[in-house]
């Protein structure tokens, strides 16, 4: 017997997270006495619908059971008159319920690839989207965006160059983690029309669909035609700063996909039965909650612009969505950087902690002088944390 | 553009639950004012423990936030303590905690096997095992156990002549859902032997580990040399009546897999935070919870053989462990049975709700007489429900 080959290809392979995988550096630093300013993960400070951690309450005697697989029948008609609230036509049998954005994303994922088979989607790219699809089987194919044109979505011929035989789908994420880019009407509607022609599903991850500081928020399914290839991946998380609940679902009018992965979800039983009655409480009266948290953000928008723009050498595109910036720094390496800012600097015992570019980007070199800055803090802190990029990248010893 | 092609091979087969089928008939026929005794599924009606409820709450002006990939540390410590309580030898570095033991089964196969390898279980089988191996691109095999022998575990001649180049792993359930069977440590130490031979790994579904009437709970890891090959899937949900908290843990000494398992789990980011909280709770201090539970399903047991014992052409095994029993009918089909019970049959405005036996095989025409009794209810409804399937034998136009 041998004692190297118990795992499958994808048990091996399958990426540790960027975004995570500083976190013992971090702790070393937290262990020697340094404040760090996260700007590393999207995991905001803003408490939670008070609505939410009320409703969420099973009192003693209660017995906390599975929901339906598909989720909560309440919850689901609150989806629906959520989406509907917002313009989005969605109706019941559209939706599933998931744990969490991320099941839904590897449920759609399981649902449409076979081994082999090929999802395009531009890069920087979130990168988990790389590991779920090793999940399934699919290889993730990626189309170069450049921080030169705001990470705008490439043209068509792009998108038709890179599809295969084994093309399956496209997806996006609107406004896009990791560049905060916001996609423009008429580059959606260009990439609706090349998924009809291509027989191609458009996965769009709008887990962020509220949160645009440039425009309006903008769901696929408004653009004409769209709901015949869309499969929205969506999410309470962010929304309802409620990232714990693990609380998301999959809306789609194509109705043999919603078959296919309620069968999926059946086999995992049931979404979180607490965060869906928190997720009740969060859709009585969203409009008031997510506006302030908006409004917030905005202004968390600004200073970020605002400080980076004070630092030499630096390239920030406009943050126009999302609550993240990958951003140009003067440096050798960002995986350096990075590391060097949890290990070997300090200004008045407090650092800042980036997720280094590379790991955002599937072709071999590109990011490296690029990090993705997470806004998730309060004006203060968030300024002292950008003020704190620059002195570190004048003291750096790999500075560009 | 072919609208039939959108879904993988995963997407187009899975099958839908077979214990979840029924429900529109049960909708139905509750529409209709019938009062319907569900012995068809695993959800006990026992309420979640207080400390559980009590701790799962996060005051208002709390952040519910994503927890560790590999969850809270706390949690992990708890966890921990609780296992080395029962006299399991487990550490932090072997556990990661799951968003229920539906995940832990998931990523494991996935961390095991490359499409076209195998898995050999005995049959009748968790029909999920064979969803989540079609997930994970591996095929179930399994091996035919008998419902006169108790369905005791076949012995290792049995397993050896399932295994070909492609086995990874054998996947026992015990107590066994759905037989009910608890497989004996002689039985175990011939798998586990049988496991290492030939390098396989053994992966044990020990959710209902502390469900057992009749001897003691029997962990895998106390069979001498299994930590070489022992994956445990392990969960609260039953343990702690808490099935809508979708809380479990990978237990393995092969730090290899676990480090696997950790990266798909960094994908999905979080187990549910609000669960891990009140498990917290929960494994304060388990032992009366527990010990009081067990002790009121052996009396459900109690009195579910003897009703059983009862109602003539019925063959049931004795009920070792877990809270299901499968039972053999003296009907044409339980299919259709358990369709007419919802469909057909009502004695006094009541009837119950089994789970039909075909669901739980892959060889085909096997189960089409048995039923999976789920007994979780109380003693007054469980000896009802049981009485109801006798009037409805009676009853039945399709008895043998």
Same mark, same amino acid.
């Given at each position: 017997?041998?004692?190297?080959?118990?795992?499958?290809?994808?048990?091996?392979?399958?990426?540790?997270?960027?975004?995570?995988?500083?976190?013992?550096?971090?702790?070393?630093?937290?262990?020697?006495?340094?404040?760090?300013?996260?700007?590393?993960?999207?995991?905001?400070?803003?408490?939670?619908?008070?609505?939410?951690?009320?409703?969420?309450?099973?009192?003693?005697?209660?017995?906390?059971?599975?929901?339906?697989?598909?989720?909560?029948?309440?919850?689901?008609?609150?989806?629906?008159?959520?989406?509907?609230?917002?313009?989005?036509?969605?109706?019941?049998?559209?939706?599933?319920?998931?744990?969490?954005?991320?099941?839904?994303?590897?449920?759609?994922?399981?649902?449409?690839?076979?081994?082999?088979?090929?999802?395009?989607?531009?890069?920087?790219?979130?990168?988990?989207?790389?590991?779920?699809?090793?999940?399934?089987?699919?290889?993730?194919?990626?189309?170069?965006?450049?921080?030169?044109?705001?990470?705008?979505?490439?043209?068509?011929?792009?998108?038709?160059?890179?599809?295969?035989?084994?093309?399956?789908?496209?997806?996006?994420?609107?406004?896009?983690?990791?560049?905060?880019?916001?996609?423009?009407?008429?580059?959606?509607?260009?990439?609706?029309?090349?998924?009809?022609?291509?027989?191609?599903?458009?996965?769009?991850?709008?887990?962020?669909?509220?949160?645009?500081?440039?425009?309006?928020?903008?769901?696929?399914?408004?653009?004409?035609?769209?709901?015949?290839?869309?499969?929205?991946?969506?999410?309470?998380?962010?929304?309802?700063?409620?990232?714990?609940?693990?609380?998301?679902?999959?809306?789609? %009018?194509?109705?043999?996909? #919603?078959?296919? @992965?309620?069968?999926? +979800?059946?086999? $995992?039983?049931?979404?979180?039965? /607490? !965060?869906?009655?928190?997720?009740?409480?969060?859709?009585?009266?969203?409009?008031?909650?997510?506006?302030?948290?908006?409004?917030?953000?905005?202004?968390?928008?600004?200073?970020?612009?605002?400080?980076?723009?004070?630092?030499?050498?630096?390239?920030?595109?406009?943050?126009?969505?999302?609550?993240?910036?990958?951003?140009?720094?003067?440096?050798?390496?960002?995986?350096?950087?990075?590391?060097?800012?949890?290990?070997?600097?300090?200004?008045?015992?407090?650092?800042?902690?980036?997720?280094?570019?590379?790991?955002?980007?599937?072709?071999?070199?590109?990011? %490296?002088?690029?990090?993705? #800055?997470?806004? @998730?803090?309060?004006? +203060?802190?968030? $300024?002292?944390?950008?003020?704190? /990029? !620059?002195?570190?990248?004048?003291?750096?010893?790999?500075?560009?």
């Amino acid at each position: 017997m041998s004692t190297s080959s118990i795992l499958s290809y994808r048990g091996k392979n399958a990426p540790a997270s960027p975004i995570r995988k500083l976190e013992p550096l971090a702790r070393a630093a937290a262990e020697r006495g340094t404040k760090i300013y996260h700007l590393n993960i999207g995991q905001p400070d803003i408490p939670t619908p008070a609505s939410f951690l009320q409703k969420a309450r099973l009192e003693p005697g209660n017995v906390l059971s599975y929901s339906p697989s598909v989720g909560l029948y309440p919850y689901r008609k609150a989806l629906v008159d959520y989406y509907t609230g917002i313009g989005m036509p969605v109706a019941e049998r559209d939706i599933l319920v998931t744990t969490g954005g991320s099941e839904a994303l590897l449920f759609v994922l399981m649902a449409l690839c076979d081994p082999g088979d090929e999802v395009i989607t531009p890069e920087p790219y979130y990168p988990n989207y790389g590991t779920f699809s090793m999940m399934a089987g699919a290889t993730l194919r990626t189309l170069p965006t450049r921080i030169e044109d705001g990470f705008r979505l490439p043209p068509p011929a792009d998108f038709a160059a890179a599809i295969t035989p084994r093309t399956r789908a496209i997806l996006l994420c609107n406004p896009s983690n990791p560049t905060g880019t916001l996609y423009s009407r008429d580059a959606l509607t260009a990439v609706v029309a090349l998924a009809k022609q291509h027989g191609l599903m458009l996965i769009c991850d709008e887990v962020y669909r509220d949160f645009v500081y440039a425009g309006t928020p903008l769901s696929i399914l408004s653009i004409p035609g769209a709901a015949d290839v869309a499969i929205i991946i969506d999410s309470l998380s962010k929304r309802f700063s409620a990232c714990g609940a693990r609380l998301g679902c999959i809306i789609s %009018q194509r109705h043999e996909l #919603i078959d296919a @992965v309620t069968r999926f +979800a059946m086999a $995992r039983l049931s979404p979180p039965t /607490l !965060g869906q009655l928190g997720g009740l409480g969060a859709l009585e009266d969203p409009g008031p909650f997510v506006s302030s948290m908006i409004a917030e953000f905005r202004r968390r928008r600004d200073v970020l612009m605002e400080e980076l723009a004070k630092l030499p050498g630096v390239l920030a595109p406009e943050a126009q969505g999302a609550f993240y910036l990958m951003t140009r720094l003067p440096v050798d390496s960002s995986e350096r950087f990075c590391a060097w800012l949890l290990n070997d600097f300090s200004h008045q015992g407090e650092t800042v902690m980036l997720a280094p570019g590379p790991g955002f980007y599937q072709t071999p070199g590109s990011g %490296q002088d690029e990090v993705r #800055i997470a806004y @998730v803090l309060g004006e +203060a802190p968030l $300024r002292r944390a950008v003020q704190l /990029l !620059g002195h570190a990248l004048q003291a750096y010893p790999g500075r560009k």
